[in-house]
């Protein structure tokens, strides 16, 4: 992603924008909660376009994951590490990530010392 945003995450902005100026506060709260509604679909469909594409970058265009990293900003405008790439080619939420380090954390503190 350049440093200007794409027009897709350009029309997205606007539309959350047209959205808060709705002036019928009725209108507003049944529109938002029609699209959080369906949100968890939205959010799906998302990472399966970015993981699909993602893995492309790596098998067709064989650029590495630190590469791919480096071009998926984040809001600080930083790019993602490498292995964090690699997890999203795989499928891997950041959440299942982190919960899976937690848990190695917390077994490695249940260990007995010996």
């Not at 369906?38 to 893995?55: C, D, M, S, T, Y």
């Not at 899976?100 to 917390?106: D, G």
Request: proline share 3%; aromatic share 2%; net charge neutral.
């Amino acid at each position: 992603m350049t440093e200007e945003k794409p027009e897709e995450v350009r029309r997205l902005e606007e539309a959350i924008a047209a959205l808060d100026a709705m002036e019928d506060d009725e209108a507003c709260a049944e529109a938002v909660s029609l699209i959080l509604d369906a949100w968890p679909e939205h959010g799906a469909k998302l990472a399966a376009i970015r993981r699909e594409r993602v893995n492309r970058l790596h098998n067709q265009r064989r650029l590495s994951w630190a590469a791919i990293g480096a071009m998926l900003k984040r809001r600080d405008g930083k790019g993602v590490s490498g292995a964090r790439a690699q997890q999203i080619a795989t499928g891997q939420s950041g959440a299942q990530v982190k919960k899976r380090q937690e848990a190695a954390k917390q077994a490695a503190q249940e260990q007995p010392e010996e």
